[in-house]
Nanobody, 116 residues
Framework: QVQLVESGGGLVQPGGSLRLSCITSRSFLGMLEVGWYRQVPGKQRELVALIRRAGTINYADFVKGRFTISIDNAKKTVYLEMNSLKPEDTAVYYC??????????WGQGTQVTVSS
């Protein structure tokens, strides 16, 4: 079992910044994938950013140049730095960890609201 706890969401004005954090009950080292997803009501959950075991990072086109994903293995925490936020970034953001192809864990989510 892997427990994931997100934090850092909130209300921010357009153009503002937030940093989301996700702490895990076990190390992210060696995991197949670690990432952030988001979901708005009535829509499917979508990928925001992903770090693969080999170290490659993928971003959704709609966040490239604005969001940065990173891992601090000593703190067992994955971060999502979000800059230049737009109203359309409003969503519940979820942390995801896949230790291997047959295991998949989600956090409880943290709400991000971008509004003036």
């Amino acid at each position: 079992q892997v427990q994931l706890v997100e934090s850092g969401g909130g209300l921010v004005q357009p153009g503002g910044s937030l940093r989301l954090s996700c702490i895990t009950s076990r190390s992210f080292l060696g995991m197949l994938e670690v990432g952030w997803y988001r979901q708005v009501p009535g829509k499917q959950r979508e990928l925001v950013a992903l770090i693969r075991r080999a170290g490659t990072i993928n971003y959704a086109d709609f966040v490239k140049g604005r969001f940065t994903i990173s891992i601090d293995n000593a703190k067992k925490t994955v971060y999502l730095e979000m800059n230049s936020l737009k109203p359309e970034d409003t969503a519940v953001y979820y942390c995801n960890a896949r230790p291997n192809v047959s295991m998949n864990y989600w956090g409880q989510g943290t709400q991000v609201t971008v509004s003036s």
